[in-house]
């Protein structure tokens, strides 16, 4: 009579269709890297597509978890805690992570052909699998050993994807630095969960929301500095001044498909920890964290929109460079929110507007790498001069560029750009921070200023002999993806905007 | 007038906003077979031409089809749900406010199409300039039929690139830096306009302009409405321009094609008044109450520094020009219709409403004769064209000469022209402002504000006289005088300044119930 009870409380029974999204992505990235094995050098681009298809399988199987009440690895008993939850919060953070990672793939396809001797395809495959894994499992973790795995399942591979290029020094220096400064921010964040661990004997998010309500006031210090070493590990792969450093130079030295997929699912990765971390399991330190990533979000995005202003034109690589500092500034605007959040009265509403604005910027960013890897293919130094005219040589490209660009600064025909910025303004308007709302609108300003000053680069004329840029089918496919994306959410921008409105937990 | 069913009047307003930017969209296509005309760039502009007209026909229709005796009721309605996260509804609707508007609008747009068919700006590709040219058209359009705050913000954000880029690409000297300071000083001024409306917004809980108007600020805390009226009013300002944030004004009307200095003053500059009017007076009456003499102050400094700034450019010697000087009488101007809109009574609102239509009318005209003075000369340099004696355009192009004398006596308000009434009834309303302001103070304004008229015929008779007159010499070759397409894209702005100098009661009939309505509180 009483051995399956005990059996039960044993063998916990897993919900596979759950955990399918990031196993799937995982169990083909051990695929990829045994077939490379047996695959002779003609078929290697095989793996390619398999990925690209391992990864749209798992963002598939995010359709029958829909309805959002699947949780499993849970602990019996009362109170429930689980350690894998698939909300819809965990839902659009997957959604936007395997996306994110299905373009990048798409845009390696090519590269990897361009670059066919120094990137050896199995490993690159398999890292990126690898990556994307952790950063789907990320948004679903529900207490915070597993959100430390996930983060360095997440960034581990990200490292060795940076510096994979054979006998390019750039490219493993600028591993190096994302490595070294990545595990500093690591080791202070676990240290920081050690302390509140400490404090509240539990690691489960809302069980240390519970607990952290009433810990002993000596240990109050004690949780108030675990609190706020815990948050830094996120805040660095949000890439939030000052753990931005090592932005410029990683996104130049990497492949430029790394580079986008750095810059999209990096930074989702970084957010939804924060989000997790903040609202879920520190709610009761508002006081804390909402003060400290409002300042931070000013900071970020001042410091990231000045950079992008520096960049010269006719400098090498600058338009990865310009790329990358904008990333910068709009992770300033993403922490807007999740800062909002902690001042708010209802801050799931709040939360959301980071979730819409992380959704366009994938999706138009992703597009703007998509454009600079096209042009990158004839032009290796990618500088922003090189753009000059692409209108007369590419028109649709061009356009397409244009547009995203437009979208990014958030002015009209990117319709979707600037609603999602409406967005992010009336979170901070709505928590009462005026001075942070300013901040932006000043951002805003001096964002504009070197997106269209590219933006106009397209139009000018050509100078010199023209190159007309061929597409090949992967990259036509993800222009296609995200400029459609762009304009089909232009039309009608209450498909991402609606997290905004609702709860997503 | 006549009587159009209620739902062709909703798709009439609708064409009207979404009209441009499906022929902007085609613009940049390739034409289709039957429609390839002589070449391809022949081909784009007779598409601009057709597209504006059909728009200006649609516009004509609209105004026919308004029911004249309820101008203060909001026709030709369209409420549809579009962004329900952010409440954002696609509500749109004209009364006796913006009607005329949307029609100057559809008329300057189509006038500088036709203009621009027979003489293709020089610069960059005609393809991109009528894409361009519908883009904007339908962001002022827009903006003035929109019922919906955060809709509002995106047409006023719509007009910046194609205006950016029509400065950037096809504009004279100087070009790529005013258009920088265009876009970036209107920018910087509709992002603080956005928290003003989002603030709005979120304490009222709608950014439905009608019921916001009907609530007339009662759900708005007196602080609320102080803040929000700072915010928004700042942005306005700097597109109207109020001094001092005019001095993007100048420096991009002088390096503006002709079609975009005509189209930025005869139109875009109308956004920010129209904005001030729809928006502040009805929605925060109570913030707008605390701020009004300190905009009148404003408004009446603008007047005077407008015309100081073009007495000393008509100066001889003084290298001034001819489109920067009529770019700051629009400072002037402008001046004018924020003094009307400052003294919250219906006089000096309908002044400020019928001032705005009479300087779109008039200075597009102005801009037009310096644009085609400046084609047959090659300078729009005063000194230049002057040289000792006067440039003697009576002698050398009678007709042109003449239509510039008129356009310049119709700007500084002489009777019986459009110029006269709008200033004149703006300054009727700073004599007698609404009850609770300070009387003296506004009394003081209108003297100000009336000696600003004196400097301005100053200013514009200078110009006449040396433009105008002055001895011809034998040897000189006469200019060529106004040709078909110049009469036939200028007469509609001459017959039409004519028009509402003698009968203003066919606008202010339309403008005034409205004005007395959004005063009073809120439509019905």
């Known amino acids: 009579m009483s051995a399956q009870p005990l059996a039960e409380s044993l063998v916990q029974s897993v919900d596979w269709l759950a955990v399918a999204p990031p196993t799937i992505a995982a169990a083909v990235g051990l695929v990829v890297l045994v077939a490379d094995l047996f695959l002779p050098e003609a078929r290697k681009p095989v793996l390619g597509w398999l990925s690209v298809a391992g990864l749209a399988v798992a963002a598939l199987t995010l359709l029958p978890l829909l309805d959002g009440d699947h949780s499993t690895f849970c602990l019996n008993g009362a109170p429930r805690a689980c350690s894998y939850t698939a909300d819809h919060f965990t839902l659009v953070i997957q959604f936007l992570v395997l996306g994110g990672a299905l373009l990048a793939a798409l845009l390696s396809v090519t590269n990897l052909k361009d670059d066919e001797r120094r990137v050896p395809p199995g490993e690159f495959w398999f890292l990126l699998l690898s990556s994307a894994a952790g950063a789907a499992l990320l948004p679903a973790s529900r207490d915070l050993a597993t959100l430390i795995v996930a983060l360095e399942v997440a960034s581990l591979p990200a490292f060795a994807l940076v510096g994979i290029r054979h006998g390019d020094k750039r490219s493993s220096e600028a591993a190096l630095k994302f490595f070294l400064s990545s595990v500093t921010a690591t080791a202070v964040s676990l240290m920081g969960i050690s302390f509140v661990y400490a404090s509240t004997g539990t690691l489960y998010l809302t069980q240390v929301a519970q607990r952290l309500t009433h810990v002993d006031g000596q240990l109050h210090t004690l949780a108030q500095a675990g609190v706020v070493l815990t948050l830094i590990g996120f805040a660095f792969k949000t890439a939030a001044v000052p753990f931005h450093f090592w932005v410029p130079d990683t996104y130049v030295g990497a492949p430029l498909p790394v580079a986008a997929y750095l810059s999209v699912v990096g930074k989702a990765v970084g957010f939804s920890g924060l989000i997790l971390v903040t609202v879920v399991a520190f709610p009761s330190y508002a006081d804390v964290w909402g003060p400290a990533l409002a300042a931070l979000a000013a900071l970020t995005m001042t410091v990231g929109n000045v950079g992008a202003l520096r960049q010269q034109a006719t400098r090498a690589y600058s338009a990865v460079r310009l790329l990358a500092w904008s990333s910068v500034g709009q992770a300033g605007y993403l922490l807007v929110p999740i800062a909002a959040a902690g001042y708010a009265k209802d801050p799931q509403k709040a939360i959301g507007s980071t979730v819409a604005y992380a959704l366009m910027y994938a999706a138009v960013n992703l597009g703007a790498f998509a454009v600079a890897a096209l042009v990158g293919r004839n032009r290796a130094l990618n500088r922003i001069s090189d753009y000059r005219g692409l209108y007369a040589t590419n028109p649709l490209t061009a356009l397409l560029l244009a547009f995203f660009l437009l979208c990014l600064a958030g002015l009209p025909p990117g319709v979707i750009g600037l609603f999602a910025k409406v967005t992010v303004f009336s979170a901070a308007v709505d928590a009462g921070l005026g001075w942070l709302a300013v901040v932006m609108a000043v951002n805003v300003v001096i964002a504009l200023f070197y997106y269209l000053q590219w933006t106009a680069l397209l139009f000018r004329t050509p100078e010199g002999e023209p190159a007309r840029h061929r597409a090949p089918a992967p990259l036509t496919a993800a222009l296609a993806l995200t400029g459609v994306l762009g304009v089909a959410l232009s039309g009608a921008p209450q498909l991402v905007l609606r997290f905004a409105a609702t709860g997503l937990f | ?524």
């Open chain 2, 1 to 524: 007038m006549i009587d159009i069913n209620e739902s062709v009047m909703q798709f009439l307003l609708a064409f009207v906003v979404v009209g441009p930017l499906l022929g902007a969209v085609a613009a940049l296509l390739p034409a289709p077979p039957g429609l390839k005309g002589k070449s391809p760039e022949q081909a784009v502009l007779r598409h601009g031409v057709t597209v504006t007209g059909a728009i200006l026909i649609a516009a004509i229709v609209l105004a026919l089809g308004f029911d004249h005796a309820h101008a203060s009721k909001m026709q030709a309605t369209t409420d549809i749900s579009w962004i329900p996260a952010l409440d954002v509804r696609i509500h749109l609707g004209i009364d006796g406010i913006s009607l005329p508007l949307v029609v100057l609008t559809a008329l300057l747009t189509f006038l500088c199409a036709l203009y621009s068919y027979f003489k293709p700006p020089a610069g960059g590709s005609p393809k991109a300039f009528v894409a361009l040219l519908l883009l904007l058209e339908s962001g002022t359009l827009a903006s003035f039929a929109v019922l919906d705050l955060l809709l509002f913000f995106l047409a006023f954000e719509m007009v910046l690139i194609p205006m950016y880029f029509l400065i950037a690409r096809w504009g004279g000297e100087g070009r790529t830096r005013a258009a920088w300071k265009f876009i970036l000083f209107t920018l910087l001024g509709s992002v603080v306009m956005l928290l003003g409306l989002l603030l709005i917004g979120i304490k009222a809980g709608t950014f439905d302009m009608v019921a916001l108007a009907t609530d007339n600020g009662r759900s708005l805390t007196a602080s609320v409405q102080v803040i929000a009226v700072l915010a928004i009013g700042l942005g306005l300002a700097v597109k109207t321009p109020m001094w001092p944030l005019h001095s993007w004004l100048p420096d991009a009307h002088t390096a503006a094609p002709t079609v975009g200095s005509v189209l930025l003053a005869g139109v875009l500059l109308k956004m920010g008044t129209y904005g001030f009017v729809r928006i502040l007076l009805p929605i925060a009456p109570h913030g707008f109450h605390t701020f009004a003499p300190y905009l009148a102050a404003f408004a009446v400094v603008g007047i005077i520094y407008g015309s100081l700034a073009c007495l000393a450019l008509a100066k001889r010697g003084a290298k001034g020009d001819l489109k920067r000087l009529i770019a700051y009488s629009s400072v002037g101007h402008m001046g004018f219709v924020l003094l009307g809109i400052a003294t919250m009574t219906p006089t000096g609102v309908n002044g400020a409403l019928f001032a705005n239509i009479a300087h779109g009318l008039i200075t597009g005209l102005l801009f037009f004769l310096v644009g085609a003075l400046k084609d047959r000369t090659g300078t729009t340099d005063l000194d230049t064209l002057a040289e000792e004696t006067g440039a003697a355009l009576y002698g050398k192009a009678p007709r042109l000469g003449g239509l510039l004398a008129f356009g310049a006596v119709a700007s500084l308000g002489l009777p019986g022209l459009a110029g006269f009434w709008g200033e004149m009834l703006a300054l009727f309303g700073a004599f007698k402002p609404a009850a609770d302001l300070s009387r003296p103070a506004y009394l003081t304004f209108m003297a100000i504000g009336a000696f600003g008229t004196l400097l301005t015929a100053a200013y514009m008779l200078i110009v006449v006289r040396r433009v105008c007159m002055g001895g011809v010499e034998q040897e000189v070759p006469a200019l060529a005088d106004v040709r078909g397409y110049e009469f036939a894209a200028w007469t509609p702005l001459v017959a039409l300044t004519v028009v509402a100098g003698l009968w203003p009661r066919a606008l202010l009939g339309l403008t005034d119930p409205a004005v007395h309505q959004l005063l009073a509180g809120g439509h019905r």
